[in-house]
């Protein structure tokens, strides 16, 4: 199924904190998350001298592709449950998708027979 008006949230987090946040973000409608393990350098050097905040290096990842009327709730949850108003926290952004392809499961259909309930 070729689906429109979709967007993707990315948010990079401290190593940890991605649960958290992904469970806000479930909450709030996000259909999944896909979470990476990355590595970040630049300004935590820069924070750590600054502020003398303790940045680790190690990051989480979080991609969730929302419909475009869900994405702002989702992106405000995800904002909230990781605290990016604080330094050193992360980052977090929207990006419109063009396009994507993948299988829609129809949930409203009819189980086929020798299913629960049968």
């Known amino acids: 199924m070729h689906l429109t008006e979709l967007r993707l949230i990315t948010c990079v987090v401290e190593r ?3 649960d958290g ?3 806000a973000a479930m909450k709030a409608g996000a ?4 979470i990476c393990f990355a590595r970040g350098s630049g300004i935590r050097e820069r924070l750590t001298l600054l ?14 592709v929302a419909s475009a009327e869900k994405a702002d709730a ?3 949850a995800m904002a909230a449950a990781a605290e990016i108003d604080l330094p050193g ?3 977090i952004w ?3 998708i063009l396009k994507a392809v993948t299988h829609v499961a129809d949930l409203g259909a009819a189980e086929p ?3 629960p309930g049968d």
């Open 51 to 64: 502020l003398k905040i303790a940045i680790s290096a190690e990051k989480e990842v979080i991609d969730i």
């Open 113 to 115: 027979s020798g299913g």
């Open 74 to 76: 989702i992106f405000e």
């Open 16 to 18: 940890g904190m991605a």
């Open 94 to 96: 929207m990006t419109p």
């Open 31 to 34: 259909p999944a998350a896909t």
């Open 89 to 91: 926290k992360g980052i």
């Open 21 to 23: 946040v992904v469970a």
